[in-house]
């Protein structure tokens, strides 16, 4: 447990947990992997003599979920999200069919893609106050409708909307759903003056530009690759694996799941872009770099 301030904690670890405590009340920023990361925050409720009143969970992702079925169990707690990540913690099953596109395989049917659900009692909505302390703000890009937290003394909680440079480091290029909001929130962030910033997964810092500058430098290379890669028609199994084979990537069913959602969400990006286009070829969808 780090302390930022009299009223702002962090639960630093694979996924960073905020709580947010004002007169032995707490408001957690998210709750984790799973019911293991429910008991550690119960655990640590309990020795601070705190009470569990609220979660806000910034998306619907497993990781950021896991918690909220142990904790809302044991203390009848609130969660707050936003409109659409809402209806994946309800029913979290769909975030298998979201990254399958279908009834999933079976290396889908584990905890890192689907967390037990919860019961969402409150709709937050972006520039919005929660409790008079704490700022709503949009990060969309890695996930559907993602949310960020600013506490009033100016720590911001910007959960995936940026990666630590051990997950860059390790995975390369992280998931993203929408590559055009995920580099506009970018440069969002780039631009806001806080004390602290607070991703899920990086360490917590006071100068999140390089941070900003090689998660965008990230973006650029995948992009340039895939449009090298695609100079010459391809599938999008033949862009997968040769994007996989220039990275050191080796797929299992997890993965190609999460890396080939966000290699046909690149490819989108570009096709948006006029950069790439793709045709029909004997019932193959083939895209390829336009040539001017």
């Known amino acids: 447990m780090r ?27 998210d709750s984790g ?17 705190w009470e569990l009143k609220n979660i806000i969970n910034t998306h619907s992702n497993a990781d950021h979920i896991g918690g909220n079925n142990y904790l809302q169990n044991m203390t009848n707690c609130n969660i707050y999200t936003s409109e659409i990540e809402d209806a994946f913690i309800q029913y979290p099953e769909l975030e298998k069919a979201f990254l399958w596109g279908g009834f999933e395989i079976n290396e889908l049917r584990n905890k890192f893609f689907y967390a037990k659900k919860s019961k969402v009692t409150n709709i937050l909505r972006v520039n919005e106050e929660f409790q008079n302390d704490l700022e709503i703000i949009s990060l969309k890009g890695h996930f559907l409708n993602m ?3 600013i506490t009033k003394d100016n720590d911001v909680f910007l959960a995936d909307s940026v990666f630590g440079e051990n997950i860059i480091d390790k995975y390369g290029l992280p998931f993203i759903y929408d590559v055009k909001e995920f580099i506009s929130t970018l440069k969002k962030i780039e ?17 999140i530009k390089p941070l900003v500058i090689k998660n965008i430098e990230v973006v650029e290379k995948a992009k340039q690759q895939i449009k090298k890669i695609i100079s010459s028609r391809k599938t999008f199994e033949t862009i997968l694996k040769e994007y996989c084979d220039i990275n050191r990537i080796v797929l299992n069913g997890g993965q190609y799941a999460l890396v080939g959602s966000t290699i046909r969400s690149m490819l989108t990006y570009l096709a948006d872009g006029n950069e790439i286009e793709y045709i029909f070829d004997t019932n193959q969808m083939l895209w390829k770099t336009i040539t001017v």
């Open 3 to 29: 302390q930022l301030s009299d009223t702002t904690w962090v639960l630093e670890g694979p996924c960073n947990i905020g709580f947010i405590v004002n007169d032995d009340e707490v408001t957690l920023i």
């Open 33 to 49: 992997n799973d019911k293991e990361a429910g008991r550690k925050i119960s655990k640590i409720l309990k020795e601070k003599n």
């Open 147 to 149: 949310i960020g937290i």
């Open 191 to 207: 631009k806001l003056n806080a004390r602290y910033y607070i991703p899920s997964h990086g360490q917590i810092t006071d100068n």
